[in-house]
């Protein structure tokens, strides 16, 4: 999937399984929202699709600057179901 280039850190994005019952409150990684405030998403069944992001965290401008380890989501609506619908498409283990 596209990544957000300043939490960009590793080979791997990772989504906290916690967050998919929409009891996570924290991005461990932030999607990318390059494409008119999407990211391209390819399933291991083959398909893929655009996610559009709605919330502050997920369609934060490019910075350049050093990831924190962490996007918190609290008093954040829109960027709660945007980490709720991304850990809900994506495997627990």
């Known amino acids: 999937m596209d990544e957000h280039p300043d ?3 590793d080979a791997c994005f990772y989504v906290d399984p ?19 405030s999407a990211a391209g998403l390819v399933f291991a069944d083959g398909h893929s699709e655009a996610h559009v992001w709605q919330g502050r965290v997920t369609t934060q401008p490019v910075k350049f600057v050093a990831y924190s380890g962490t996007a918190h989501v609290t ?8 980490l709720t619908w ?3 498409h994506t495997p627990a283990n």
């Open 7 to 9: 939490s960009n850190d």
């Open 18 to 36: 916690a967050a998919a019952n929409g009891s996570g409150m924290v991005f461990v990684e932030v999607p990318g929202s390059m494409h008119n």
């Open 75 to 82: 008093g954040d609506a829109a960027s709660l179901n945007d």
């Open 86 to 88: 991304l850990a809900q």
